[in-house]
């Protein structure tokens, strides 16, 4: 099956610096690329979803000056977690689908945030 | 999207089938049904989707009752390595791709 990669796998920083994670297709090109948000003992949550080359829509709630989603190329999402505080420590995973992958979509591993 | 309804857990004996049902009475002509898990810590992983017709795969099999508002995934010999939580989520083609996910049901295989 399709191979999504996130980098990092974990990360650690102090509150309010900001926070990038990389979400990789690596054997297919993805033009949709979703994220989700994961508190401990919770459901995904999706953030969002993202077009390659175009602007990301948020879901309700979600603040997009505060999660910021760039998807430059068919390959590659970054979520970038601005002035992170202890209460965005959270399991961040992505998803990439593509018509050639029959639409749906294929997550990565997750990257685990953690926010002192 | 249509929401679906799942139990909260249950318990399967490794070696046996493992039978987790779905609710999802306002489902659409048009949405498939996904079956996705999520082993602890980990990005969920696709299993197995249908539309009308039962489907089986080489990882489980899934059941759609005629009136398509159930269905039942079935592992035919659980594992140890089966333990996750499972997904059911009714999506339609002609949306933008995203999935919803409900808070799905905790699979616990023993020994």
């Known amino acids: 099956g399709a191979v999504v990669s996130q980098h990092p796998s974990w990360v650690i920083c102090k509150s309010g610096t900001s926070v990038k994670i990389e979400c990789r297709s690596l054997?297919?090109?993805?033009?949709?690329m979703f994220w989700y948000r994961q508190f401990p003992k919770q459901s995904l949550m999706l953030m969002a979803t993202?077009?390659?080359?175009?602007?990301?829509?948020?879901e309700q709630g979600v603040e997009k000056d505060k999660f910021l989603i760039n998807h430059a190329s068919l390959t590659l999402s970054t979520l970038t977690v601005t002035s992170a505080h202890p209460e965005d420590s959270s399991f961040y995973i992505c998803?990439?689908?593509?018509?050639?992958?029959?639409?749906?979509?294929?997550f990565g591993p997750g990257t685990r945030l953690t926010v002192l | 999207d249509a929401k679906t309804t799942q139990p909260t857990s249950m318990d399967c004996a490794e070696g046996r089938a493992a039978n987790l049902p779905c609710n999802h009475s306002t489902i659409s002509g048009n949405e498939y049904v996904y079956w996705y898990r999520q082993i602890h810590s980990q990005g969920p992983q696709y299993i197995i989707h249908?539309?009308?017709n039962n489907e089986t795969n080489e990882m489980a099999s899934l059941i759609i009752t005629e009136d398509r508002k159930s269905s039942t995934l079935i592992l035919p010999h659980a594992t140890l390595r089966d333990t996750a939580v499972y997904y059911c989520?009714?999506?339609?083609?002609?949306?933008?791709?995203?999935?919803?996910f409900g808070q799905g049901t905790t699979l616990q295989v023993k020994p």
């Open positions: 249908g539309l009308k």
């Open positions: 993202s077009n390659e080359g175009s602007k990301a829509t948020y």
């Open positions: 054997d297919f090109q993805a033009t949709t």
């Open positions: 998803s990439a689908s593509a018509l050639a992958t029959g639409g749906w979509q294929f």
């Open positions: 989520i009714v999506r339609s083609p002609s949306n933008t791709g995203k999935l919803i």
